[in-house]
């Protein structure tokens, strides 16, 4: 009887280990940001476990887990040729996120790898259609255009693509040069062109001050002893002689008056001028003086007589 019963209390023991072990190869713990995808004998349940405690059936049954986070995935830099041909280096980042576990698990071997290779493709497809200005400007029109040609197969692997960002834009050391040498002549063309018109504006308000100053010679007085002011403020050894303006204008008009006198004067010695043909008097002729004979040309050596010769015997 004793050993009936230490056979039972065996048994049961036995069962206990047993049925401990099937629930914990049943048991499954599935996070809050997974999802759980269970295979039957090969063969995908419509079911998909949530997150929290589940049970499948032992050996049946196989647990796929899948993320449902946003995942952050880097693009290698890509190298092509732009459409105005500049050879250009283009990195970017995808921000994507599986929103159907089944088809990320059944249509697709590796989703991961997938849309890496798609951003690649889809990267260097996209530096060969744009230009360079496009690219270092108008980033906003090619992630929305990348994001586009990304997502359209993603979607039926179960994968949304949430937003691609263009990181890095290499440019060969040459073009950089080229750029640095454009931006630098657009400066300074502006530049000039901003000091052009800051000097028509001075002039044009020169010439206001001069027609006001010319009515009122004083104020130009008042002006010249400012700048004296203005100059004699600093510690300098710079000596000012301020000159009348009057004076100036004496000078320039007894120049002008010297050679006026000087002219009435010759006429007034040589006799005035006739006013016309019938009043003309008639002036003596100058005495003709001798006219000088012209001198001969000297003969040159064919044309000289050949001079005697002695000879002696």
């Known amino acids: 009887m004793a050993v009936m019963v230490d056979a039972l209390v065996t048994l049961i023991v036995v069962l206990a280990c047993l049925g401990a072990l099937g629930v914990l190869a049943a048991a499954r713990v599935v996070k809050q940001y997974e999802r759980g ?27 796929q887990k899948v993320n449902m986070q946003i995942v952050t995935m880097p693009v290698p830099a890509q190298e092509g040729i732009t459409r105005d041909n ?13 929103v159907d576990p089944a088809e990320a698990l059944i249509a697709v071997e590796d989703y991961r790898f997938a849309v890496s290779q798609m951003a690649q493709t889809s990267l260097r497809s996209i530096i060969g259609k744009s230009d360079l200005d496009d690219l270092l400007s108008n980033r906003e ?12 197969p993603a979607v039926g692997w179960g994968v949304h693509i949430d937003r691609v960002e263009i990181k890095d834009v290499s440019l060969p050391e040459t073009m ?29 308000k020169l010439a206001e001050a001069a027609s006001q100053m010319a009515d009122t010679p004083s104020a130009l007085q008042l002006r010249l002893l400012q700048t004296v002011m203005a100059v004699a403020a600093e510690k300098n050894s710079t000596l000012v002689l301020p000159i009348p303006v009057e004076l100036l204008r004496f000078l320039e008009r007894g120049a002008q008056e010297i050679p006026a006198a ?33 001198r001969q040309a000297m003969p040159t050596l064919t044309e000289r007589e050949p001079e005697p010769h002695a000879v002696d015997r």
């Open 262 to 294: 000087l002219r009435a004067e010759g006429e007034a010695e040589g006799g005035a001028p006739a006013a016309g043909p019938a009043a003309a008097p008639e002036r003596e002729a100058a005495p003709a003086q001798p006219a000088q004979p012209a």
């Open 141 to 152: 029109k090619l992630n929305q255009g990348l994001e586009l040609m990304i997502d359209s």
């Open 37 to 63: 995808v269970v295979f039957r004998l090969g063969r995908l349940r419509s079911d998909i476990r949530g997150p929290g405690f589940t049970m499948i059936t032992p050996v049946v049954d196989r647990l």
């Open 176 to 204: 950089k040069r080229s750029m640095a040498r454009q931006a630098e002549a657009d400066r300074e063309r502006r530049a000039r062109v901003i000091n052009a018109d800051a000097e028509l504006q001075a002039s044009k």
């Open 86 to 98: 500049v050879t250009v280096r283009v990195d970017a980042v995808v921000y994507f996120k599986v």
